[in-house]
């Protein structure tokens, strides 16, 4: 499968996190959303990012390896790559707090990581809407 995903995720407490060439982050407790996209092999790189084990590559990787974070969900969109910007804008203008360059070196986005208030069901079938998409749930 190809596509882009929605990774959600829980801070279990307020915390500092060193990110690659970030630097240190400042996080609240809280439900994030991390918009990413895959051209192959979606289900791998959502098992990847699962996983607390891993070789740190991507901004995502240090987030996701932390022990004060939960990965709760993961939705996909079989969407083109150019949706993962369109998704994270969307994510941006509802979030409470965008976490600034995080995931998004490649692209003109000001991030991909976003503290979001609210039900996870709820914000998927905003993004459904909004782009005319269902989401499969990956787990």
């Not at 240190?24 to 809280?30: F, N, R, T």
């Not at 051209?39 to 607390?52: A, F, M, P, V, Y």
């Not at 503290?115 to 782009?131: Q, T, Y």
Request: net charge positive; proline share 1%; hydrophobic share 40%.
């Amino acid at each position: 499968m190809r596509g882009v995903y929605i990774l959600f995720l829980r801070v279990l407490d307020d915390m500092k996190l060193r990110v690659g060439g970030l630097g240190e982050i400042e996080l609240e407790k809280g439900l994030y959303a991390y918009v990413g996209s895959a051209q192959n092999n979606l289900e791998k790189r959502l098992t990847r990012h699962k996983s607390k084990a891993k070789r740190l590559r991507w901004h995502i990787d240090y987030f996701t390896s932390s022990d004060e974070v939960i990965v709760e969900s993961a939705y996909a969109y079989e969407l083109p790559k150019e949706y993962e910007c369109r998704i994270a804008g969307l994510l941006a203008r509802i979030s409470q707090k965008a976490v600034r360059g995080f995931g998004s070196s490649d692209c003109r986005c000001s991030s991909h990581l976003f503290k979001l208030g609210g039900v996870v069901k709820d914000i998927c079938e905003m993004v459904s809407r909004a782009f005319e998409s269902r989401p499969i749930r990956i787990f």
